[in-house]
């Protein structure tokens, strides 16, 4: 069974950072797409950033570049997203995904095209 756990959110004042952590169990592929989506309250879930494992390329929604960078550690079966300059519109409950083939990894983040998914973590910005 394919388990996300994320953790690593809180609460936060504007111009802060954080770092969020998702470990992954169960998915013994090489070539996936891996990425961070948020909800945030009375709106849509997006894709905030994903990243292919074959070759590293990555995606970042315009609100986020420049302020977020997601990355990997295989041998921890983890995947990061540090976040700095934490704006009040970020606040929202963030969740990690996972899914087999690399090549998807933009098409996964856009279209929410994702396998497995966590259960999310809370990340609240204040002003």
């Known amino acids: 069974e394919v388990q996300l756990v994320e953790s690593g959110g809180g609460l936060v004042q504007a111009g802060g950072s954080l770092r969020l952590s998702c470990a992954v169990s169960?998915?013994?592929?090489?070539?996936?797409?891996i990425g961070w989506f948020r909800q945030a309250p009375g709106k849509e879930r997006e894709g905030v950033s994903c990243?292919?494992?074959?070759?590293?390329?990555?995606y970042y929604t315009e609100a986020v570049e420049g302020r977020f960078t997601i990355s990997n550690d295989n041998a921890k079966n983890t995947v990061y997203l540090q976040m700095n300059n934490l704006k009040p519109e970020d606040t929202a409950v963030y969740y990690c995904?996972?899914?087999?083939?690399?090549?998807?990894?933009?098409?996964?983040?856009?279209?929410?095209?994702?396998?497995?998914w966590g259960k999310g973590t809370l990340v609240t910005v204040s002003s």
């Open positions: 169960g998915f013994t592929f090489d070539d996936y797409a």
């Open positions: 995904a996972v899914r087999r083939g690399s090549y998807y990894y933009m098409a996964a983040c856009l279209n929410y095209g994702m396998a497995h």
């Open positions: 990243l292919s494992s074959t070759n590293g390329n990555t």
